[in-house]
């Protein structure tokens, strides 16, 4: 959790401090006055890159070179600081060291976001939802790094034999530690989506009362045909690769989906209901990963009124009450300000106008 955050030259915002409260902090103001930035400067503490741009650079104040974002942990005041300049990259220190390797810095601060298109979560590419899984995993699961950047790592090569029209038997050099990394991320993945579901379950029904009396479930798509194992594809299917120019199938090709008793959720649900599920499953993340002695985390939802009424709204916000993590919430909306003073005595308003960020007595 974070305490005194201060933004330097991050799109519309010069230099501002403010201080959160651990429970739930509400910005609150117009449209391009600069919440989302402050979601994203934080964003940018906790994983070392932003979720608007392909280019940090982009977010970078326009005239300006360097971007800025520094704070403290509350448990133990140390102090985590973050700049960025095109010609010298990310330079990240924490407790005034250096850090080199982004996966430090996340491990450090488990952070999650809930973005402003979370009402569009069946229609976005399988990689939103791969990372999803994998952010729990990431968390919880020690071994599940190291897989993944390992796998990451063979995959790269072994495309690049492939790129460079390599014979069959010095590109099949690389299958065997993909295989076996790739069936681990597979293991994990399943196991963590089954943990998952249970939370999830409640989460959802509470959220969505409307499908109290369904049945839920997630399925992984491993990455490659159902009938076969990963070995034997990657067997298979040398020659479609060769062609291709790269690795098609595998764990990097995983998806997971929804279904509502016989129903694809991707199929069926509107746009709330997608927005409640992409919560309901935030929430079910944050409550499997509780018990895993790790610093408490970070939960970011952009825009969190678009697209809900007012009494799914109140649910939600009842039910981010209970999660352990300190939240940031945004919104266009003043009225949501009354709905959570309503509910929650640990929370903050801070008033974002201009790119400036004025909290505001309560
Ligand atoms: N690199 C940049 N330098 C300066 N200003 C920028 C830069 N990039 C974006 N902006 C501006 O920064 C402002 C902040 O945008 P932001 O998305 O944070 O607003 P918001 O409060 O979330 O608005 P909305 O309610 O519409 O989502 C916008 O006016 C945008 O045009
Ligand atoms: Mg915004």
Redesign the pocket.
Same mark, same amino acid.
């Given at each position: 959790m974070l305490s005194e955050i201060t933004i330097r030259n991050l799109? $519309?915002i010069t230099d501002e401090s403010f201080v959160p409260v651990t429970g739930i902090n509400l910005l609150v103001?117009? $449209?391009? +006055?600069?919440?989302?930035? %402050?979601l994203?400067a934080i964003h940018l503490l906790g994983l070392g890159r932003t979720f608007r741009s392909r280019a940090l650079k $982009?977010?970078?104040?326009?005239d300006k070179q360097q971007l800025q974002v520094v704070a403290k942990t509350i448990q133990n005041k140390m102090p985590i600081g973050l700049q960025y300049s095109a010609e010298a990259g990310l330079e990240i220190r924490f407790n005034n060291a250096p850090l080199k390797k982004l996966s430090d810095l996340a491990a450090q601060l488990p952070l999650q976001l809930i973005p +402003?298109n979370s009402h569009q979560f069946f229609e976005q590419g399988p990689r939103f939802r791969r990372q999803l899984l994998d952010w729990g995993l990431f968390h919880v699961e020690p071994s599940f790094n190291f897989h993944w950047q390992s796998y990451k790592k063979v995959l790269q090569q072994r495309n690049a034999s492939i790129r460079q029209k390599k014979n069959f038997k010095e590109i099949q050099l690389w299958d065997q530690h993909l295989i076996e990394h790739g069936n681990q991320l597979t293991d994990l993945r399943k196991k963590r989506l089954d943990t998952i579901l249970k939370q999830f379950e409640f989460y959802f029904k509470l959220v969505c009362p409307q499908f109290e009396n369904s049945k839920l479930s997630l399925k992984y798509k491993t990455g490659w045909s159902r009938e076969i194992t990963f070995e034997e594809s990657i067997k298979l299917n040398i020659e479609r690769d060769y062609q291709l120019g790269y690795t098609r199938s595998g764990a990097h090709a995983a998806d997971w989906s929804f279904k509502i008793d016989e129903y694809e959720a991707k199929d069926v649900f509107s746009r709330g209901q997608q927005k409640l599920f992409f919560l309901a499953l935030s929430m079910a993340q944050i409550k499997s990963s509780e018990a895993t002695n790790k610093p408490k985390g970070i939960l970011l939802i /952009? /825009?969190l009124s678009s697209e809900l009424d007012e009494i799914h709204l109140e649910i939600i916000l009842r039910q981010l009450n209970t999660m352990p993590v300190q939240i940031f919430i945004?919104s266009?909306d003043e009225s949501l300000v009354a709905l959570v003073n309503k509910i929650e005595n640990n929370y903050a308003l801070f008033h %974002?106008k201009h790119?400036q960020i004025i909290p505001k007595q309560i």
């Open positions: 799109r $519309n103001g117009p $449209n391009g +006055a600069g919440k989302t930035s %402050v994203e $982009n977010a970078i104040q326009f +402003a /952009d /825009d945004s266009t %974002v790119g």
